[in-house]
C-alpha cells in the first residue's frame, strides 16, 4: 500500500502541479490545492473537474483525506476549505463560490454538498439557451449555474450520513448529525440530529466536545 501524499509546497511538474506516486490518473494536482501535512489523497481524479483560478482555490487541513473517489466539481470562482482531521469519503463537493467544512467531520460516500442549484424549471427561456450555448462551446462541457450560488458551512465535529444532499446556503452547526439519504435545505442547529425529506430534527445530543467537556475527561481519566 502506498504511503500517504505529503505536501512539499514545490512544484513537482508542469504548470506546478502536483502528482500521486502510482496514481491511476495522470492529469494531477492543480497548482492552486493547498495541501496540509500527513493528509491522504486516494487519487488526483477527484480534481479531474476542478477548474477554481482564485489563488487558493481548495485547501485540505492536516491530517484530512479524500477517499473513495470523493471529487470537486468547482468552478472559475470557487473555493473549497476543509479543516483538519476530517475525512470526505466519496462526497461530491459543487462550487461555484465558496463551501467551508470545519475539523474533526466525518462525510459519507455518496453525500452532496452544494453551493449551487440548477433550477432550470423556473429560469427564463433565454437564460437557459444563453447556458447551453456556453456548455456547447466550453471544451469542458460546464453547464453554468442559473442561480447564484450560496456558501454552504460545516461547523466542527459535523456527522453526515451517506447518500445526503446539502444544499446552497445551509449551515450545520457543531457537533450535528445528518441522517443517511437526508436532504437539508435549511440550517441545523449544533448538536441536532435531523432526517428524512425535507429535513426534520428528531433530537439533540449532548454537548460533549468543548473545551470544558475535554478538560474533565482528561481529569477523570489521568491518574
Not at 93 to 122: E, K, M, P, R, Y
Not at 143 to 159: A, K, T, Y
Request: neutral net charge; contains cysteine; proline residues 4%.
Amino acid at each position: 500500500m502506498r504511503k500517504n501524499f505529503v505536501q512539499t509546497g514545490q512544484a513537482t511538474a508542469r504548470g506546478g502541479r502536483k502528482f500521486i506516486e502510482y496514481d491511476w490518473y495522470s492529469g494531477g494536482i492543480p497548482a492552486n490545492v493547498l495541501l496540509g501535512e500527513n493528509i491522504y489523497l486516494d487519487t488526483s481524479y477527484g480534481f479531474a473537474a476542478f477548474h477554481s483560478k482564485r489563488k487558493v482555490g481548495f485547501e485540505l487541513g492536516e491530517a484530512s483525506g479524500t477517499y473513495d473517489r470523493a471529487s470537486f466539481v468547482v468552478g472559475e470562482d470557487g473555493t473549497v476549505k476543509v479543516g483538519s482531521y476530517t475525512v470526505l469519503n466519496g462526497t461530491i463537493i459543487v462550487c461555484n463560490d465558496q463551501v467551508t467544512i470545519g475539523n474533526h467531520c466525518l462525510i459519507a460516500w455518496g453525500s452532496v454538498i452544494t453551493d449551487t442549484w440548477a433550477d432550470f424549471g423556473n429560469a427564463p427561456i433565454e437564460k437557459r439557451r444563453e447556458v447551453l450555448r456556453f456548455a456547447a462551446k466550453d471544451k469542458w462541457r460546464r453547464l453554468l449555474p442559473i442561480d447564484s450560488p450560496r456558501p454552504v458551512i460545516l461547523e466542527d465535529n459535523v456527522w453526515v450520513g451517506f447518500d445526503a444532499v446539502i444544499l446552497p446556503g445551509v449551515t450545520l452547526g457543531r457537533g450535528c448529525v445528518v441522517g443517511s439519504k437526508t436532504i437539508v435545505s435549511e440550517d441545523v442547529p449544533p448538536y441536532a440530529i435531523v432526517v428524512g425529506n425535507p429535513s426534520r430534527l428528531v433530537r439533540y445530543l449532548d454537548a460533549d466536545d468543548t473545551e470544558e467537556a475535554r478538560q474533565q475527561a482528561l481529569r477523570e481519566n489521568i491518574l
